[in-house]
């Protein structure tokens, strides 16, 4: 991931808006600020954390863009599990494991809220009867 052209591959990426219009790295910043962390949902769940948040960046692209009618996927659902933390001495955000158990990519924040809420449904199932190698 990071390599010799890494910045240089970052400065070529094309951003998004929350509406998927294409807009430059400096609004993207600004939007990322101002988009309290860009978090849609979150939810805890067991020891499984669900979180989707608008990236604003197509993850499914090459760096120089996609072609012709390509809707970019720029939210994310991302399930996580929590680390042990029998002392309760970590943080919450440090007692998460960023090893995902499950991730998925949307182009709206519509689809992104229906596949958050399918994701939660699909730890609730596994809180009953095991998750199932992915």
Not at 41 to 52: K, L, P
Not at 107 to 131: I, Y
Request: net charge negative; hydrophobic share 35%.
């Amino acid at each position: 991931m990071f390599g010799p052209d890494f910045f240089e591959r970052l400065s070529q990426r094309t951003y998004y808006d929350l509406d998927g219009n294409p807009i430059t790295q400096d609004q993207w910043s600004v939007l990322r600020l101002g988009a309290g962390g860009a978090h849609v949902a979150r939810d805890h769940i067991g020891f499984y954390h669900v979180s989707t948040v608008w990236t604003g960046v197509d993850s499914s692209a090459s760096p120089d863009g996609a072609g012709p009618g390509h809707e970019p996927l720029i939210y994310e659902t991302m399930v996580f599990v929590e680390r042990l933390d029998p002392d309760g001495v970590l943080s919450e955000d440090d007692r998460l494991d960023c090893t995902e158990q499950y991730a998925e990519l949307y182009a709206t924040r519509e689809a992104a809220l229906a596949g958050h809420h399918r994701a939660t449904a699909m730890v609730r199932d596994w809180m009953v009867n095991g998750r199932p190698e992915l």
